[in-house]
Nanobody, 122 residues
């Protein structure tokens, strides 16, 4: 069982930056692939980025070059550094975890956090 707690969301102006954190419980964090997803009002939850257990990263096209996902296994934490934020990045951001194969599909993830709100004002 893995419990995930996100933090770091907030209100920021367009062009600004935020860093999201996701703290995980459990002793096997290093074996999990960790993903970030987001859900805007009235839209489906969508993939943002994933970092594999061996630190391979994948990003959705709309955030490439602006967002960076990283992990610190000693702290059981995964991060999402978000730069050059745009109004279309406004959403609730969720952290998710799964073992074995890396995937960008939300239905493949077993564990989810409660989400943190990111609002970008234009």
């Amino acid at each position: 069982q893995v419990q995930l707690v996100e933090s770091g969301g907030g209100l920021v102006q367009a062009g600004g930056s935020l860093r999201l954190s996701c703290a995980a419980s459990g002793r096997t964090f290093s074996s999990y692939n960790m993903g970030w997803f987001r859900q805007a009002p009235g839209k489906e939850r969508e993939f943002v980025a994933v970092i594999s257990w061996n630190s391979v990263t994948i990003y959705t096209d709309s955030v490439k070059g602006r967002f960076t996902i990283s992990r610190d296994n000693a702290k059981n934490t995964v991060y999402l550094q978000m730069n050059s934020l745009k109004s279309e990045d406004t959403a609730v951001y969720y952290c998710a975890a799964r073992q074995y194969a890396v995937t960008t599909r939300k239905n493949d993830y077993n564990y989810w956090g409660q989400g943190t709100q990111v609002t970008v004002s234009s």
